[in-house]
């Protein structure tokens, strides 16, 4: 069974950082497609970052330069680097693993960038 656990929100304030790691379990970082989403209140879920096996990367053009998404393929565990935060990155941060035809969710951590 694949499990994700996302962690790392919390209360920031605007212009600063955040790490958030997503632990898998059940299916290895490595051989997936590993992305993070966010969805903000009253918004649709939106991607910001994805990295495929071969560590290619592609980022929303609303995070490009402000987030890093990296992997640790001996920790099973993905990040994402969030600098230079803005009110408008305040959402619910989702970790998702897909290999085909499965796809998997975490619960997701909150990330509040207020003053």
């Known amino acids: 069974q694949v499990q994700l656990v996302e962690s790392g929100g919390g209360l920031v304030q605007p212009g600063g950082s955040l790490r958030l790691s997503c632990a898998a379990s059940g299916s290895s970082v490595s051989n997936s497609l590993m992305g993070w989403y966010r969805q903000a209140p009253g918004k649709e879920r939106e991607l910001v970052a994805r990295m495929s096996s071969g560590f290619a990367t592609n980022y929303a053009d609303s995070v490009k330069g402000r987030f890093t998404m990296s992997r640790d393929n001996a920790k099973n565990t993905v990040y994402l680097q969030m600098y230079s935060l803005k009110p408008e990155d305040t959402a619910v941060y989702y970790c998702?693993?897909?290999?085909?035809?499965?796809?998997?969710w975490g619960k997701g951590t909150l990330v509040t960038v207020s003053s």
């Open positions: 998702n693993l897909y290999v085909p035809n499965m796809d998997y």
